[in-house]
């Protein structure tokens, strides 16, 4: 489990931003496939006759599914979309509660029922969350741990309850997947419980509320389990001890030596007399709590056991882990029988009626059969061997080439998930972005319509890269990861508004020519293009232009801010989104941002509905997007000076140093010569900074001027005057349609300005 930064500026950033960022993420075109690793399952089994039981999966792409199972197959019902990092561990309590705990610190809790409904996030970890676990027969308790040795025990009936008239009723309240809570402090309460020194009492400035935290763990927790009543603990992680504690009061009641590595998962039987624990030193061990001590080990895995499932009776234990192998082991008599092996480690088990449910660090889900009704039946079939008790026993019996032989070769059903992104580079034109898959497929993706243009299949991802390489300069206006299995694109402020390219470039009709689009602000509108008729529906006119989007915390630092900031005047103030920007709607991108308040959220964009404001998104968002007001930018000017060729007969006239936007083309500098030398203009053409207007580009006033009103007819002018001439850098003859940033990064190659001549090319 790798640390990374969160969508916005919370305690676990790895860098501090001063500006909320805004990332979306491209989903596959299947949105009913998970694309990244399963971390956890939970089984619902129908309460009336025929009906169908549920699946929920829990993944390291973000999201949860929960799947209708059948005779036939499984469907995929409903995908619960709100956690902004990876799905760590997932719980069902009472019939229609879903509980989940994610990487981005919260735990959610859901109408499992639902259409992905999202009825509470709880807020008080301060890192990752890893593990969760409930009362079966207890439908108020549900106890999270997770880095640093926290360990919450949340009473559901209080912290579901509505909060009193001082704050707001749908205070957090994330039905839409987004925290509408005043505050990012945590806002959900916990009944009181009585109080003891293992208590730490946490009372927040907005709520008064008494979250108890059961304090002793020095370590990150990685592993927890409950009896049914909720009458007892158990926990265990890095510091290789397993907790006991009384969830009631949250203190401690016992501590249990043995393992000599982490402890990654946890068992208890329906009494809480016994507990069963896997470790990474491979074992598996049985505490009987009465007594304080370990009754059995079990030396059944070749390495770390990270998952366990017991049978109802808790007289046979199924173990995964890191082997690949899934083991079944009779408690009492120590036997043991490997069910099968997998391609990937084992990540969680969940039994069902007579099978087993296998998630692993691949995206798809595998039940095999197990007889979990009648576990017997399985060493009748042959093939077992005795657990030893030391870890090294079945490490050497490996060793040795004696590896038991798998009961199963295939499983019984499946439900496949799509091939998780492992790879990409974004190519020179800031556009495309290329990757590579688990299955080796190898695509080229657009990331300001996100979606893939070219499938290569499977092909060398670096000779593909090198295949598409461009000479062209344009700055680095976003940033991407794939730690969700799929491109998440990072939108920074002012970095992501350096990017600008010509309307034709961009082959956008209907614009001059010249015009400068930017990339940022178009991808934005293109991003919310399905949002801005919905908030115009809901507010009508106000809805677009002149928003006020400060809130009072922040008015003075951002009323100095916008103070300084650009309006895009070459750009119209409305909705139109461009067909360069334009995202598809059959598999709508995701936003992970955050604003002034609630924390950070997720959602399809086709899932917004209008009411989200400054309080959901960064304010510099909505500035540009409503109100069509940039940033300050720096570095878009490129500036250089003018020379004729050694040896040229012509010169023309300069004051100097010249400067022009750098995406400026080389034949505009060619214009530039030509009008000097054939239309004879007169020099006080150029402006007080050296800028000439045949440079300016999509800031020349109109009516257009001088040499640049050629391009009226359609027929560029460096092509239709006489003499011809030539551009060239470092003695290098320049192409036409070079910009000067490219010519700046790959044909000058020094820090200082540049340096571009001009001559006449004879006999043409």
């Not at 003075?556 to 916008?562: C, E, M, T």
Request: aromatic share 6%.
């Amino acid at each position: 489990m790798h640390r990374v930064a969160s969508a916005g500026n919370t305690s676990g950033s790895v860098r501090p931003r001063k500006e909320k960022r805004l990332t979306y993420v491209l989903n596959d075109a299947d949105g009913t496939k998970h694309c990244a690793g399963i971390n956890c399952l939970a089984v619902l089994k129908s309460t009336v006759a025929d009906g169908f039981d549920h699946l929920f999966t829990g993944s390291r792409d973000g999201t949860l599914k929960r799947w209708e199972l059948t005779e036939d197959g499984s469907t995929c019902s409903t995908t619960f979309e709100s956690h902004v990092d990876w799905v760590n561990d997932a719980v069902l309590v009472g019939g229609n509660t879903l509980v989940s705990c994610s990487s981005d610190t919260t735990v959610k809790v859901w109408n499992c029922l639902s259409e992905g409904t999202c009825t509470r996030t709880l807020r008080q970890h301060t890192d990752y969350v890893t593990c969760l676990a409930a009362a079966d027969k207890n439908r108020n308790i549900v106890a999270s741990g997770g880095l640093g040795g926290e360990v919450f025990i949340w009473d559901l009936e209080t912290a579901l309850a509505p909060q009193s008239k001082s704050s707001d009723p749908t205070e957090d309240d994330c039905s839409n997947g987004v925290n509408g809570s005043g505050s990012s402090l945590p806002v959900t309460s916990l009944r009181p419980i009585n109080s003891s020194n293992n208590i730490s009492l946490h009372t927040t400035q907005s709520q008064g509320y008494v979250p108890m935290a059961a304090k002793g763990h020095k370590e990150s927790v990685y592993a927890l389990a409950m009896n049914e009543s909720g009458t007892l603990l158990v926990s265990g992680g890095t510091e290789k001890v397993v907790r006991v504690w009384d969830p009631r009061t949250g203190s401690k009641t016992m501590k249990l030596r043995g393992h000599t590595d982490n402890i990654r998962a946890l068992l208890l039987d329906s009494s809480g007399r016994f507990c069963l624990s896997g470790s990474s030193d491979s074992m598996i061990r049985l505490w009987d709590l009465g007594q304080q001590r370990c009754m059995h080990s079990y030396a059944v895995h070749t390495d770390s056991v990270w998952a366990l499932a017991s049978t109802s009776t808790f007289s046979h234990v199924y173990s995964g882990g890191r082997d690949l192998s899934l083991y079944l082991t009779d408690l009492a008599t120590r036997e043991s029988v490997l069910l099968c092996t997998k391609e990937h480690p084992i990540l969680q088990l969940a039994l069902h009626d007579d099978g087993i449910w296998v998630a692993a660090t691949d995206s798809s889900v595998h039940r095999w059969p197990a007889e979990g009704r009648n576990p017997q039946k399985v060493f009748q079939r042959g093939g077992s061997f005795l657990a030893g008790n030391l870890s090294f026993s079945r490490a050497r019996v490996s060793l040795e080439g004696s590896t038991p032989v798998p009961v199963y070769k295939e499983p019984s059903f499946s439900i496949p998930g799509t091939a998780g992104i492992v790879q990409h580079e974004i190519l020179n034109n800031r556009r495309h972005v290329l990757t590579k898959d688990t299955a080796g497929m190898v695509k080229l993706w657009e990331i300001t319509r996100g979606v893939v243009i070219e499938n290569y299949g499977q092909v060398s991802f670096e000779k593909k890269k090198e295949e598409l390489f461009e000479m062209v300069s344009i700055p680095a206006w976003f940033s991407v990861d794939t730690r969700l299995g799929n491109l998440a694109v990072h939108l920074d402020t002012p970095q992501c508004f350096s990017a600008e390219m010509y309307s034709a470039d961009l082959n956008i009709s209907g614009k001059p020519e010249d015009d400068k689009v930017n990339l940022a602000r178009e991808t934005l509108k293109g991003l919310l293009g399905d949002w801005f008729p919905k908030r115009r529906q809901r507010f009508g006119s106000q809805a677009s232009g002149n928003m006020e989007v400060q809130s009072g915390k922040d008015i003075s630092s951002r009323s100095i801010a916008l103070s300084r900031v650009e309006v895009d005047g070459n750009s119209e103030n409305d909705s139109m989104v461009y067909p360069p920007f334009e995202f598809s709607l059959a598999a709508p991108p995701s936003i992970i941002t955050e604003g002034s308040q609630g924390g950070p959220w997720r959602k399809k964009i086709t899932d917004l509905d209008g009411t989200e404001d400054e309080k959901d998104f960064p304010w510099w968002v909505l500035d540009c997007v409503l109100n069509n007001r940039l940033p300050p930018r720096e570095n878009t000017k490129c500036s250089f000076y003018l020379h004729p060729c050694e040896g040229s007969t012509i010169q023309i006239l300069t004051q100097g140093k010249l400067s022009a936007p750098r995406i400026l083309r080389i034949h505009k500098v060619v214009n530039y010569v030509v009008e000097k030398m054939v239309l004879d203009k007169p020099l006080d053409n150029l402006n007080s900074d050296g800028m000439f207007p045949g440079l300016a580009g999509g800031q020349l006033p109109h009516p257009v001027t001088g040499a640049d009103g050629s391009l009226k007819s359609g027929v560029k002018p460096w092509q239709k005057l006489k003499p011809s001439i030539e551009i060239l850098c470092n003695n290098q003859v320049l192409s036409p349609d070079m910009s000067l940033a490219t010519v700046r990064t790959y044909i000058w190659k020094k820090p200082e300005d540049l340096v571009l001549n001009y001559r006449v090319v004879q006999g043409r």
